[in-house]
């Protein structure tokens, strides 16, 4: 079914693209994707009935940081999943989660049409899943709580307060404020 799903569906040749059971030092990952002869991507393949799992992502995690790959797919054919992969020298592992789609579920199918196109052999190959991962991580509310306490922008909304009510209230102050009563605490 899923070899079906990326051959009809997104356009993978199923011999020239498609590796299954791609050995991973000893390991197996279900599907080792290739766009041009280049690996970039694996995707563990798990029972329809079955639930995603933190279990089973760390699973194809760590077939994906041995073989230095970004992208990794966890599904039960019903629900596509895919993971930004992060494995700096030195630092912990992250990964997280670029985007998910679910076949059957609720949402409208031109939603799911339109995150399934980066799954597309032809996007994959024009990396517009990586332009939606810069995308998503530039105005992830982490990177935005950044910009908010950035010195420029504490500086320009002194410079609001100011035009706006003749106060002029110190930087400090203003960080404070953002920090304390703004900003949820998970973000800083």
């Given amino acids: 079914m899923v070899t079906n799903f990326l051959c009809d569906g997104l356009g993978y ?12 030092r000893g390991e197996f990952a279900d599907y080792g994707v290739r766009v041009d002869k ?24 760590t077939y994906a940081v041995k073989e230095g ?4 797919i966890l599904t039960n054919g019903q ?18 989660l670029a985007l998910e789609v679910d076949l059957p579920g609720e949402e409208p199918s031109s939603k799911k049409v339109e995150k399934l196109f980066h799954l597309h052999r032809s996007a994959m190959k024009r990396d517009t899943i990586d332009a939606l991962w810069k ?12 910009v908010l306490l950035s010195d420029s922008v504490i500086d320009a ?7 706006s009510s003749g106060f002029n209230p110190d930087l400090g102050d203003i960080r404070s404020v953002l920090v304390v009563s703004v900003i949820r605490p998970e973000l800083l």
């Fill in 13 to 24: 040749d199923k011999y020239e693209d498609l590796t299954t059971e791609f050995a991973v």
């Fill in 38 to 61: 280049q690996l970039v991507a694996f995707i563990e393949v798990k029972r329809a009935a079955q639930r995603l799992s933190a279990r089973h992502l760390r699973q194809v995690e």
């Fill in 69 to 72: 790959l970004q992208w990794v």
């Fill in 79 to 96: 629900i596509w999943q895919v993971y930004h992969i992060t494995a700096a020298t030195g630092q912990q592992v992250a990964t997280v």
């Fill in 135 to 146: 995308r998503q991580t530039a105005t992830s509310p982490n990177a935005l709580a950044a």
């Fill in 157 to 163: 909304t002194r410079k609001e307060i100011r035009r």
